[in-house]
């Protein structure tokens, strides 16, 4: 498991049940980007008599997956079988509050556990002999410098909890029952809030353009070569690009996304994780400009270091205004973020032109079941572009049932789901969240493959 | 953390209690090596009065570091203070055959644990789709060849655990004060024992020859360049290399220690962990001949394979015969390895002409202590050579305390203790048991160093 991998915990089958997405456009005044959110899974059930249960809408500063939506029954596919949904639902209620609120404690927690290792090693110097402690002087200062760089992350973090904090106060304090303790955060909850502004340096600072340009670059020249600009903008042609849809399952930070958006095509992004969706939603809505903020991604990491310069080495971002969208996204679809599980969140069949995949599929318990899903929302004739290694997340896991396949097996299953393999290109260099002054240097090979979803099934 | 790196736990304060090094040489009939150990670390205990406890003495077949060695009385260096040490012995004498008993379960159980693991994913996947079940045909292939592989591991584990287990029985039987429940094992413990076929892989086979060359060749290099051969052979040399005392701390399954035998120096490979010590005095006693096993040192590694041939392979040990160093080993002092806590086995100053370490300094809790140690230890005039990366083993214990100086920092930590730095090298490229078919590639960019121990104090 690669350490940097915030794990993203998903069902291993998809769920037929009426939860599916629900959009907002972002009332956020700060940027007109078409932020949304859908429901968060599991987040809402339907009546045992197949009736959708309306909620209480609140629309704030900002909509949040975790507010209490409408139920948006356009996207309503079939009803929950089983009795005591009611009370399903408000337990379900509670646990999703329980894991906004503990992804919030992680956030919050940051800078008095990042302190805490570092005031710890302070006071182990303390105890050794004189003359280490002399010979230590140097790595003590540096200890210092640490957590002022640590101060300085937290500046940062309070500003991308900001809004998702005071977002889920109000449904919070209008209904005591929900209330619910703060929730115990550990070290390894709180180290997702450190991968987390790794991955800030890999998406959106001129640093990370290196591990950009290995991992989104090839997926966005394909997407040039399937449906080139030339034609797109011929008066003649059979499409424009604003009028195909793409899909980022796994869309993290959010680049990805907002690079096929620049494109031209009309763009969306799904992500699971919270720590993701509170960072991006930072960076997307609140960062109209570019170079606004600095932050320390390796100020943690304590080995592999030449020199302090290392784990002290700051990064600018973002790299582009975000915002700069707005121009060319006019018509309010060209590109959004939607929160939620892609197995839960996607019901509805041919819906896609392009589903883009990076360091995505191996999220799955069970790759056949993410492989089918994309095959079932693309419509015929469209495609899927994939680039990543094969880390499965769930490999280790002893709680979570998980399947390997090699890369060779994962072609079976494509082949297997309908999917007619155009292209692939094995042993890509990609690195991911590398800090290049480190003396541990990690990357992956990763498989790179174009598939097409048959305009009419094959015999 | 590396998940290679076995972890090996270390006092962080040296000790200057009676437990030294005792010296038997092996009794095998197989090989003639000199393959010695020392007591375990708190095996030994002096009484109150500073009197040595003489235990019963035990040698059989082969000696080994757990049984009732008489008290050397050469290295015992003070009496402990402080009463009920007759307690304390017992109860020590508990805690490490426990800790024995439960490497030797963990090898044991090394077949089940990777079975189950395998056999849930079978299971798993009877309760897919029947779609499903069929694209996983050749994956399902994949997992019984992967149970294949793994009974053929255990072969050679329970080759590698004969002896010791046999070993311990005898005192164990004989005295029924100190008869153990069988330890628990985990699935970490018994990660260890698929690591440790990797580390056979990285010392012993043809195909680790490329890691070899690039952390062992510096350091023998740097050894001709210390020491030439062609002065060592010459007739009014002032020494010859076998007069050469060189200890390699950390020496692992002990390639670079009989490599710098091999060159014709006197030397001693000391090593901590149990896993590394069974499985080196299998493959340097009890393997007289070359590629007379193999094992699958990546069967267990699920993730990031473009094909079942990647963890599927196998490699065949030893690449060259152990015992061959026996032709220039005539006088029993050339090569031996010694078990026990680096920090409390070595007691004697000013002992060594040259301390070698390899993917050891990180080893420690606090740096300091090792490198003050090797210091203390080295005759004045003497050298350390050292090659490795910083990925310091507790740098995330929660339990264990731990400083992790960077470069510059440990520079200045070397000058403190009193050497002088001859040559650094930074950024050489180290493998550290890396599937080379694997997706995920990973190496060190280590650093490369040789200090002199002056022979005068410096002013």
């Known amino acids: 498991m690669l350490a940097d991998k915030t794990k993203i915990s998903s069902p291993s089958t998809p769920k037929s049940d009426c939860e599916s997405k629900v959009k907002f456009k972002d009332s956020n005044k700060m940027s007109s980007n078409s932020y949304v959110y859908a429901k968060h899974k599991r987040f809402f059930r339907c009546s045992t008599e197949g009736k959708q249960v309306d909620e209480l809408v609140t629309l704030e500063h900002q909509l949040?997956?975790?507010?209490?939506?409408?139920?948006?029954?356009?996207?309503?596919?079939?009803?929950?079988?089983?009795?005591?949904?009611?009370?399903?639902?408000?337990?379900?209620?509670?646990?999703?509050?329980?894991?906004?609120?503990k992804i919030i404690q992680a956030f919050k927690s940051y800078k008095t556990f990042a302190n805490n290792l570092v005031l710890r090693r302070l006071s182990y110097i303390e105890t050794l002999p004189e003359t280490q402690q002399t010979a230590l002087s140097r790595y003590k200062t540096s200890l210092q410098e640490i957590l002022k760089c640590v101060a300085l992350n937290h500046q940062i973090i309070e500003m991308i909890t900001e809004d998702a904090d005071s977002m889920f106060e109000n449904p919070l304090n209008h209904s005591n029952n929900f209330r619910i303790p703060r929730?115990?955060?550990?070290?390894?909850?709180?180290?997702?809030?450190?991968?987390?502004?790794?991955?800030?340096?890999?998406?959106?600072?001129?640093?990370?353009?290196?591990?950009r340009i290995q991992c989104y670059q090839p997926i966005l020249d394909e997407l040039e070569e399937l449906f080139p600009s030339s034609l797109s903008e011929q008066k003649n042609s059979k499409w424009s690009r604003s009028d195909l849809n793409v899909l980022v399952p796994g869309a993290g930070l959010g680049r990805l996304a907002f690079e096929i958006a620049t494109l031209g095509f009309s763009c969306e992004g799904n992500e699971f994780s919270l720590y993701m969706l509170f960072a991006s939603n930072f960076i997307l809505n609140k960062c109209p400009d570019v170079k606004l903020h600095k932050i320390y991604p390796w100020v943690m990491s304590c080995d592999n270091n030449l020199s302090s310069d290392s784990l002290l080495a700051s990064v600018v971002f973002p790299d582009v205004n975000p915002t700069n969208l707005n121009e060319i996204n006019s018509d309010g679809r060209r590109f959004s973020m939607v929160a939620g599980d892609f197995l839960e969140v996607y019901q509805k069949e041919n819906e896609?032109?392009?589903?883009?995949?990076?360091?995505?599929?191996?999220?799955?318990?069970?790759?056949?079941?993410?492989?089918?899903?994309?095959?079932?929302?693309?419509?015929?004739?469209?495609?899927?572009?994939?680039?990543?290694?094969?880390?499965?997340?769930?490999?280790?896991?002893?709680?979570?049932?998980?399947?390997e396949p090699t890369f060779e097996d994962v072609k079976l299953i494509i082949e297997s789901a309908g999917f007619k393999l155009l292209r692939e290109t094995t042993k890509l260099p990609t690195l991911y969240c590398q800090n290049r002054r480190s003396m541990l240097k990690q990357h992956y090979e990763s498989v790179f493959f174009t598939c097409e979803k048959p305009n009419s099934p094959s015999l």
Request: hydrophobic share 35%; charged share 25%.
């Open 183 to 211: 929730p115990k955060v550990t070290l390894s909850d709180v180290d997702k809030v450190q991968v987390t502004l790794k991955q800030i340096y890999r998406d959106w600072t001129d640093d990370g353009v290196i591990e």
């Open 64 to 101: 949040w997956c975790f507010q209490f939506l409408k139920f948006n029954d356009n996207h309503c596919n079939s009803a929950m079988a089983g009795e005591g949904n009611n009370y399903d639902q408000r337990v379900d209620t509670e646990e999703e509050r329980e894991h906004f609120l």
């Open 352 to 403: 896609w032109d392009c589903v883009a995949t990076c360091f995505f599929i191996d999220c799955a318990n069970n790759v056949c079941t993410f492989i089918e899903k994309i095959f079932t929302i693309l419509k015929p004739g469209g495609f899927w572009i994939n680039l990543g290694p094969l880390q499965y997340h769930f490999s280790n896991s002893t709680e979570e049932e998980s399947i």
